[in-house]
């Protein structure tokens, strides 16, 4: 195996964002929620919320995104756009986000990755932060295959045992399932998807890749 090398590579991905009622791995989707991690460097046309929403429904050729939500760290909570209602707040680079979906559409994802970003998991009151929780958009070509690789990978970065634990959104029941390094499902990653981080205290990592 040879050396590892940071990369911007291209990358180009056809993500299921399922509605509800729709299947889904283990059921049926409950409302129609999805994850989007996007690349960290995206489409230069997606700045905002309503650039996604619009990119989606371009894609699928008719309005089938009923909203796209950030996660608001200070309330342990979701902000909310429709199009229509709420804040068109700005996307940024290694935050994902939940898309809920009208008609189960295929989109193609287009970007590249953006190998030296730092990213910043604020531990509770940091920057607001109110339980350390961050919704982080998973690297297409990340080592970090499972949520124990992560776990792993954080922690060395911070030099300490600084995440509490690793979560993925569950589409049949808009809940989430945890590991925490010793208790839960080791469940694997998947490039598309964004997972919840919660630490203990702050940390900035540079998450691994091929």
């Not at 939500?69 to 979701?78: E, I, N, P, Y």
């Not at 060395?156 to 993925?168: E, F, H, I, K």
């Amino acid at each position: 195996v040879g050396a590892l090398f940071a990369s911007n590579m291209g990358f180009k991905i056809n993500y299921n964002l399922a509605a509800s009622g729709d299947a889904v791995p283990g059921g049926t989707s409950a409302s129609g929620t999805n994850t989007l991690g996007l690349p960290y460097n995206a489409q230069t046309n997606l700045l905002d919320a309503e650039d996604l929403i619009d990119d989606i429904n371009a894609g699928a050729g008719s309005s089938v995104v009923g909203s796209v939500s950030r996660w608001v760290k200070a309330t342990d909570g979701l902000e909310v756009y429709t199009g229509t209602a709420g804040v068109n707040f700005s996307l940024v680079p290694g935050d994902s986000y939940l898309v809920k979906m009208s008609t189960t559409t295929n989109y193609i994802v287009v970007g590249s990755h953006a190998p030296t970003l730092p990213i910043v998991l604020d531990g509770p009151g940091t920057n607001g932060s109110a339980t350390g929780t961050t919704l982080w958009a998973y690297p297409y070509h990340s080592t970090a295959a499972t949520a124990e690789n992560l776990i792993d990978e954080i922690n060395t970065a911070a030099g300490s045992s600084v995440v509490g634990s690793v979560a993925r959104w569950v589409k049949t029941s808009d809940g989430l399932e945890v590991y925490t390094g010793t208790a839960g499902v080791n469940f694997g990653l998947t490039p598309g998807e964004g997972y919840f981080v919660k630490v203990g205290s702050t940390v900035t990592w540079t998450p691994s890749h091929y």
